[in-house]
């Protein structure tokens, strides 16, 4: 997906282009024994109903004028006897369907996810999510319809129009000529509706994608939202959404429910000129009552194939712009991936170098310029300086959540380009300012960080960051289910939860991105004691606003304008009067003139 807006439509309308259908066959190949059964069975059981109407023309016109009843229960007796064999093959044939369908779906759906999760931040941040849930959601259910049952449907609608075909000439060769007149009558009415229809059905997918967008977005933003009373706005593009999605849908119904009516018509027609070849002008008495309605019964038959395959080839369209939709997302450059010959992070020491980094995150500005420094193992450094300077992107170079776009960054003298992301990752505690909160208990939550953690390691955890006190007053303790993304805790018991599942974790290079802003001044001075025991030993990063947070930090980097303007620690920068000295001054004026 390029990037994109809940304001912009999807480009759905695609040349047809095969080489999609023939990646998708990688999912249905193994599927294929199960498709093959059941396209027997459903062709035994079609074959089957379409010799009824012989059956009907041989008692129309030889066992009931001779009053032999003994023929007459014999094809009545067939008669039932085709009917069971047709719904019994057609109910399996639906569950082997059904089954090979989810499958489908489950296979294309794992794919997609696995490589959702190891797309960069890049990628998420440059497009609605909604759409993309609509990708993992509505597109596969479609596409999968289509590779299992769409497929079949073609050979067995192909099938189905030859047995047709087959009988009709069986039953009259004449007769059967008049039913094939229609066809290309059919042909230009089902090529005229299919179009409309399927331009139609493509811009009621493309609103409600954009309204699926818009809604995504506002459900994550409605606390601001009503925080900035813009639900009247809101509410307006909502509607005029709603409207897009409300038109789109009625224009393709519209045509949808032209379909009938225009192929009813011309099948009456056609039966009216079974009759009147049948009795007048290929002569009265040539054609028998069982031959008339025999092939006008197959003339009814007739149009089922066609419409079906007219429907199947819309779908099919439609699906293959949904599928490469589908490829286009796995197939999204994994930018921040393993190099081939990477290696995997021995245990990490803690010492972290960024070699002259030059890094952007697009062609219109550079972020960092030319960086260098070095952390020993077990320092900590307190990133500080102004607004969008660029603190939280250096940390996030060290965890290579992006690639640097010149210089390294090293982990103990290692450029970590060259290692697995997996072992640099876990060996790295990250706490962000937002410390989402996953639906489950709250012991589930601090789990996270250790899966096979014990409830004694997760209460010690707890308690060294001031969370259990909090935890323990709750009525169901670490028990206590949180909603989804920790509704009904507040932000600074989230970080607090965050804070005891990082430290769980052990990791080896620990950082806290505006972790503790949410903390009030109380606890975050109880939570020192047990930040400070999470500090020892490890290597730290903290970007604080707060600076009384970051007095005692074994370093202090001022970062502003794409590169490290100050390096010292507290007293030096202070002694300095530089900018550092500047910015702590400041906020101590704001502090004693609020006080
Ligand atoms: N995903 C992104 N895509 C493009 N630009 C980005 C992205 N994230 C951040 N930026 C830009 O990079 C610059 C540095 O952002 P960064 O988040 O590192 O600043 P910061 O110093 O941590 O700011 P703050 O103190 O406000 O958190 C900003 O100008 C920001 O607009």
């Not at 009503?226 to 959404?241: G, K």
């Not at 045509?255 to 002569?283: E, T």
């Not at 706490?431 to 010690?460: C, H, P």
């Amino acid at each position: 997906m390029a990037k994109n807006t809940y304001k912009q439509d999807e480009a759905l309308e695609e040349p047809f282009d095969i080489k999609h259908l023939l990646r998708a066959s990688s999912y249905i190949k193994k599927y294929m024994k199960r498709m093959i059964l059941a396209i027997v069975l459903s062709g035994i059981g079609g074959a089957f109903g379409y010799i009824a109407p012989m059956i009907i023309q041989r008692a129309l016109d030889i066992a009931i004028p001779d009053k032999n009843m003994q023929l007459l229960f014999t094809l009545v007796g067939v008669l039932i006897g085709i009917y069971v064999v047709s719904v019994v093959f057609t109910t399996i044939r639906s569950r082997i369907m059904v089954d090979v369908s989810q499958n489908i779906i489950y296979d294309i759906r794992k794919d997609l996810f696995e490589h959702l999760q190891e797309l960069p931040f890049q990628y998420y941040d440059d497009r609605p999510h909604g759409k993309i849930l609509i990708r993992v959601v509505n597109y596969v259910n479609s596409v999968s319809d289509m590779l299992s049952n769409g497929l079949i449907n073609i050979v067995l609608e192909c099938f189905n129009l030859l047995f047709i075909v087959i009988f009709m000439f069986m039953v009259d060769v004449q007769m059967a000529l008049v039913v094939l007149c229609g066809v290309p009558v059919l042909a230009v009415f089902m090529f005229w509706i299919k179009n409309k229809q399927r331009k139609a059905w493509q811009a009621v997918s493309n609103k409600n994608s954009n309204l699926n967008a818009y809604l995504q977005e506002n459900i994550v933003g409605a606390r601001i939202t009503q925080i900035f009373a813009r639900e009247d706005e809101n509410a307006e593009i909502f509607d005029e959404l709603s409207k897009d999605c409300r038109r789109t849908w009625n224009t393709a119904v519209r045509y949808s429910n032209l379909v009938w009516p225009g192929i009813d018509s011309i099948s009456v027609c056609v039966r009216a000129a079974i009759f009147l070849f049948g009795l007048v002008i290929f002569g009265q008495g040539n054609k028998s009552l069982g031959t008339i309605v025999a092939i006008s019964s197959y003339a009814s038959y007739f149009w089922q194939p066609i419409m079906n395959l007219g429907n199947i080839f819309n779908n099919f369209i439609n699906n293959i712009a949904y599928l490469e939709r589908i490829f286009e997302t796995i197939d999204e450059p994994v930018t921040v991936k393993d190099a081939e010959d990477a290696v995997p992070m021995p245990k990490i020491r803690g010492k972290v170098t960024f070699d002259h980094v030059q890094f952007a995150y697009d062609d219109t500005k550079t972020i960092l310029k030319d960086v260098s420094f070095t952390v020993n193992p077990g320092e900590s450094v307190a990133l500080v300086g102004p607004t969008g300077a660029g603190k939280s992107t250096i940390v996030n170079l060290i965890s290579r959540f992006y690639n640097v776009n010149g210089g390294r960054v090293l982990i103990d003298d290692q450029d970590i380009s060259r290692v697995t992301i997996h072992s640099l990752r876990s060996q790295m505690g990250i706490m962000m300012q937002d410390s989402f909160i996953f639906s489950g208990t709250i012991e589930d939550n601090i789990r996270y960080g250790k899966l096979d953690a014990t409830r004694e390691e997760i209460v010690k955890a707890s308690k060294i960051v001031c969370a259990d006190e909090f935890i323990t007053k709750m009525k169901d303790g670490y028990d206590t289910e949180v909603r989804e993304r920790g509704s009904m805790l507040s932000q600074g018991q989230k970080q607090l939860i965050s804070f005891a599942r990082t430290l769980l974790s052990d990791p080896a290079v620990l950082i806290l991105d505006e972790a503790t802003s949410s903390i009030d001044v109380q606890t975050e001075k109880a939570l020192q004691t047990g930040l400070n025991a999470m500090l020892e030993g490890r290597t730290s990063f903290i970007i604080a606003h707060r600076l009384s947070t970051i007095r005692n930090c074994d370093k202090i980097m001022y970062i502003d304008a794409g590169g490290i303007m100050e390096t010292g620690t507290h007293e030096e920068l202070m002694a300095k009067k530089g900018y550092y000295y500047r910015l702590y001054t400041a906020q101590l004026d704001d502090i004693q003139t609020a006080g």
